[in-house]
């Protein structure tokens, strides 16, 4: 690979990772629920770990929104070293993933799909922030 063309695979991987991300995930949220549908049969503890009714559409709005959100505020198409905005979407991501965590007790895999999504990208955007701070410092 020239160095010409690393500057055009780093902006597809800065652009197109979050969505990919997103894409994959709500792919596997679909596969789970197809696989373990919601069964109003199952009454008090033998609903424990299955998908509740709605829980696809909830999982997938709830992380496209999430989605939304912190490209919106990481604007991956604009940042060049803003540890900024990596804080900005970590104070977000962080009581939205602890309640996340909560949550998926008890429930099935779609929610546990959705709190696996929120810890990935905490953990990226976490990661995200620490190069971002030491690029700033390094480079002034």
């Given at each position: 690979?020239?160095?010409?063309?690393?500057?055009?695979?780093?902006?597809?991987?800065?652009?197109?990772?979050l969505?990919?991300?997103?894409?994959?995930?709500?792919?596997?949220?679909?596969?789970?629920?197809?696989?373990?549908?919601?069964?109003?049969?199952?009454?008090?503890?033998?609903?424990?770990?299955?998908?509740?009714?709605?829980?696809?559409?909830?999982?997938?709005?709830?992380?496209?929104?999430?989605?939304?959100?912190?490209?919106?505020?990481?604007?991956?198409?604009?940042?060049?070293?803003?540890?900024?905005?990596?804080?900005?979407?970590?104070?977000?991501?962080?009581?939205?993933?602890?309640?996340?965590?909560?949550?998926?007790?008890?429930?099935?895999?779609?929610?546990?799909?959705?709190?696996?999504?929120?810890?990935?990208?905490?953990?990226?955007?976490?990661?995200?922030?620490?190069v971002?701070?030491v690029?700033?410092?390094?480079?002034?």
């Amino acid at each position: 690979m020239t160095t010409a063309q690393r500057p055009d695979l780093r902006r597809a991987l800065r652009l197109g990772g979050l969505p990919c991300l997103w894409l994959a995930f709500a792919v596997m949220m679909v596969r789970n629920y197809l696989g373990d549908p919601y069964d109003p049969s199952l009454e008090g503890s033998a609903a424990y770990g299955h998908n509740q009714a709605g829980a696809l559409l909830q999982g997938l709005g709830l992380s496209l929104s999430e989605l939304i959100i912190i490209s919106g505020i990481l604007r991956p198409w604009s940042y060049d070293r803003s540890w900024g905005r990596g804080i900005a979407a970590s104070a977000i991501l962080l009581p939205s993933t602890a309640l996340a965590i909560l949550s998926m007790m008890h429930s099935g895999g779609v929610f546990a799909l959705h709190a696996l999504w929120l810890i990935i990208i905490l953990v990226g955007v976490l990661a995200l922030t620490i190069v971002s701070t030491v690029a700033s410092r390094t480079r002034g």
